[in-house]
């Protein structure tokens, strides 16, 4: 089944907007590249809604002492109660990669309109 979400322009890059399609939380996300990515709108470690975190980047160096570098800025959601960092790509926990995971969701758009298939 195709359920229609949002115009693309409804969402801006770096955002985020939550959804709830046949009783199942969704969190629409765009990275700055402008990519969208659905994934489960709860956190597995307490239920907390990911929909209320921060979604944000990765912050990098080569090595110890090095500048700081900013990266997949709008890919990583954070969790609002413990803080746990999903990759919205993957639906990965960074801190518990074996461990902690959110279901994604596959997206279509046409016509600029983004539909979530499930």
Known sequence: ???RLCHV???PRGGKKTF???NVPIVLTR??????YAIY???????????EGVLGGLTTAQQPGENLLNEREGEILRCPWHGFSYDVTTGVCLAA?????VKTYP?????NEVFLEI
Do not use: N, W
């Open 1 to 3: 089944m195709r359920y």
């Open 9 to 11: 322009e409804e969402l």
């Open 20 to 22: 709830t399609i046949k």
């Open 31 to 36: 990275s700055q590249q402008g990519a969208f």
């Open 41 to 51: 709108g709860f956190c597995p470690h307490q239920r907390a809604p990911l929909g």
């Open 97 to 101: 990669p074996d461990r902690l995971r």
């Open 107 to 111: 997206l279509v758009i046409e016509y």
